[in-house]
């Protein structure tokens, strides 16, 4: 099994917002990936979990907030988006680093 | 900036023809290659990796080949299907730690009947 399930699938939220993006995988992956991805671009990477530890953020805006409670489970919390930030948010997991990575299908999300 | 890139923005074949998608990279030190395919509204699918001490992969009607001398990698599909399209892209890591996958362009493959 190499599913990675992410919720919602779709996400319309106001500039004022507060939202949670969810991911979940049972492969027994210690490192987990938040991707976003524009229209027509290919994804970019957002944040890095190893072993439940954030190990790499790449000049995200504080207004993304990463949070692995667990090592099945990967939140995104979101708040006081902008309208640029509307994408296709990915989640990906692999059991350590330098392995395939496997994504989720991704929250489409609208910031109004 | 980024290290990998596409030749082609879109790949054009007939059905049943062999379709070959191409990625150049720039960083030396990659050393895993990954190529995804996505549909419409879906994630990335992983297709077929290669690590840098291998110049070839098979695996079921994709072959991925791997120069590094050139920095050069491409991906092989054989007797494309209607259900092959999708857009590839080429993604690769250099390891050492921590790091995620910094993906090529992409290269939206069309299958004409």
């Known amino acids: 099994d190499t599913e990675v399930t992410q919720t919602p699938k779709h996400l319309v939220m106001g500039m004022t917002n507060k939202k949670s993006l969810k991911c979940e995988q049972h492969?027994?992956?210690?490192?987990m990936y938040w991707y976003k991805q524009k229209a027509k671009k290919p994804p970019e990477l957002m944040f890095v979990?190893?072993?439940?530890?954030?190990?790499i953020n790449e000049s995200v805006p504080s207004r993304f907030s990463p949070e692995c409670p667990n090592s099945s489970l990967l939140n995104l919390h979101l708040h006081a988006l902008q309208p640029e930030d509307s994408a296709l948010y990915l989640c990906?997991?692999?059991?350590?680093?330098?392995?395939?990575?496997?994504f989720g299908p991704g929250t489409r999300l609208l910031v109004l | 900036g980024e290290s990998v890139g596409l030749h082609l923005p879109t790949l054009s074949v007939q059905e049943g023809d062999n379709s070959i998608i191409n990625c150049a990279y720039s960083?030396?030190?990659?050393?895993?290659f990954i190529w995804y395919k996505q549909e419409s509204g879906k994630g990335p699918q992983f297709i077929i990796d290669?690590?840098?001490?291998?110049d070839k992969r098979q695996g079921q009607r994709v072959t991925v080949l791997l120069n590094k001398t050139v920095k050069h990698l491409s991906l092989q599909i054989a007797a494309t299907q209607p259900g092959d399209s999708a857009v590839y892209f080429c993604?690769?890591?250099?390891?050492?730690?921590?790091?995620?996958?910094?993906f090529g362009k992409g290269t939206h493959l069309i299958i004409q009947p």
């Open positions: 290669i690590r840098s001490n291998m």
């Open positions: 960083n030396s030190a990659s050393d895993y």
């Open positions: 993604a690769e890591t250099t390891g050492g730690g921590a790091d995620g996958l910094t």
């Open positions: 979990y190893s072993y439940e530890k954030l190990s």
């Open positions: 990906a997991s692999s059991q350590t680093f330098r392995e395939t990575q496997y």
């Open positions: 492969m027994g992956h210690r490192a």
